[in-house]
Each structure stands twice: as structure tokens, then as C-alpha cells.
């Protein structure tokens, strides 16, 4: 999966590399969820792909699921900071908030370090939200904006013209 791109100079760039999401197919090109750069011919190509993200003017690229030997060799290759998510040796690290809360709990990929399961906790919160809205207890009284005294009457006298 090669980058080349013309950027205008106006709009700055940050290049995601390679690892699908968990919304991609597993038929697509790169054959789904899988860690990219594991052998000398992928790495080779995750290198190529950093490079030309620097030289169509990238101010970072976003590594992802990429062996640190590589990601070593990346960040020596190109002067733009090289961040990672699952990708060690790099200039920063990355993770996604959704991850680290475990909230998706389909499966959890390997470079994900779970600092906490809050996905039970949201649950109960939205069920008892959305059993408050059904039963008409929200929003109560407390929770909505009443018009000044007086200001009903001269929008519905308004209103009636």
C-alpha cells in the first residue's frame, strides 16, 4: 500500500500507517486486522510508505501494529515525528481512549494495555437514561429551562395573529 500525494501547503497532514481497523474487512488487500512490517519485504514497504508521507510534506506519521526494528529504522530514515499505537521505538505513543477504558469489547488487539473496564459501568448508566426517558421521569422539572413570567402569554397572543 504505497502513499504519494500532492498536499496544498496550507493543510498540514498526519499519515496513518498500515494496520486495518476493526470496521475492515477481512477480505480486503491487506487481509484484515494484522500487524504490517513483519517480514523484510512488508518492512521494506511500511519504510517506503513513511518516506513518501514525509516527502509529500507530512508533518508526523501514525504507525500502527509495526515491529519497533522498523519503527527504529523509520524514524532515522524521516525528520517528522513518528508516533505509534502498537509500535514500540517510536517518538510518542498513542492509544485510543476506547481501548484503554475497554469499552470495545469485541476482542482486544495485542498492543492494547487495558487500564480499566468501564464498558459494565456505561452500560448500567445508559440503561437506567434510557429507562428514565421511557417512563417520562427525565427530564424532570429540575432539568428544563421554564420562560419568565408573563413572556407565554405575549408569545401566544404572537402567536394567534
Known amino acids: 500500500m504505497a ?4 498536499k496544498p501547503d496550507y493543510i498540514p497532514v498526519q499519515r496513518r500507517n498500515l494496520i486495518l481497523d ?43 501494529g509495526v515491529p519497533p526494528e522498523v519503527t ?4 532515522r530514515e524521516i525528520p517528522i515525528p513518528v508516533y505509534g499505537i502498537g509500535a514500540g521505538d517510536c517518538d510518542g505513543q498513542v492509544m485510543i481512549c476506547v481501548d484503554i ?6 476482542f482486544t488487539p495485542k498492543f492494547v494495555k487495558r487500564y480499566g473496564n468501564v464498558a459494565d459501568e456505561y452500560r448500567k448508566v445508559f440503561s437506567a437514561y434510557i429507562e428514565d426517558v ?19 402569554e405575549k408569545l401566544a397572543a404572537e402567536w394567534k395573529k
Open 3 to 6: 502513499f504519494s500525494s500532492k
Open 72 to 75: 527504529r529504522i523509520i524514524c
Open 134 to 152: 421511557r417512563k417520562g421521569d427525565f427530564p424532570g422539572e429540575e432539568h428544563v429551562y421554564r420562560m419568565a413570567d408573563g413572556e407565554i
Open 22 to 64: 476493526r470496521k475492515s474487512s477481512p477480505t480486503t488487500a491487506l487481509g484484515g486486522f494484522k500487524a504490517q512490517g513483519r517480514t523484510a519485504k512488508s518492512a521494506r514497504a511500511v519504510i517506503e510508505d513513511a518516506k513518501a508521507v514525509h516527502d509529500a510534506g507530512a508533518f508526523s506519521v501514525l504507525v500502527e
Open 101 to 106: 477504558l475497554g469499552l470495545f469489547q469485541a
